[in-house]
């Protein structure tokens, strides 16, 4: 049983930094790519950043600059570092799995497997 916990979520006020975890187990980590994705109140959910397995990434544009993705393959989790928070980056951050190992991509069809999501709220 494949399983994705996110953690690292809260309360920041902008300008502040966050760095989102997710622990994936049930699944060999190192042979998918995994993402991160975010959804806010009445809005479809928005690919933000994924990484190969060897360490590749891709950053969505509402967030490059600011957003870095990372991987640890030993501890089989994925990383996403928040910087310079926005109000307009609340939301609720998921990731994913991918069946791909070397493709990043970009929608949320491509991902198999989910988290059950943790809340980024930033304050003005």
């Known amino acids: 049983q494949v399983q994705l916990v996110e953690s690292g979520g809260g309360l920041v006020q902008a300008g502040g930094s966050l760095r989102l975890s997710c622990a994936v187990s049930?699944?060999?980590?190192?042979?998918?790519?995994m993402g991160w994705f975010r959804q806010a109140p009445g809005k479809e959910r928005e690919f933000v950043a994924a990484?190969?397995?060897?360490?590749?990434?891709t950053i969505g544009n509402s967030v490059k600059g600011r957003f870095t993705i990372s991987r640890d393959n030993a501890k089989n989790t994925v990383y996403l570092q928040m910087n310079s928070l926005k109000p307009e980056d609340t939301a609720v951050y998921y990731c994913?799995?991918?069946?791909?190992?070397?493709?990043?991509?970009?929608?949320?069809?491509?991902?198999?497997?989910w988290g059950q999501g943790t809340q980024v709220t930033v304050s003005s």
């Open positions: 049930g699944r060999t980590f190192n042979n998918y790519v």
């Open positions: 994913a799995t991918d069946a791909s190992r070397w493709v990043v991509r970009t929608t949320t069809n491509d991902y198999d497997y």
């Open positions: 990484i190969t397995w060897n360490g590749g990434s």
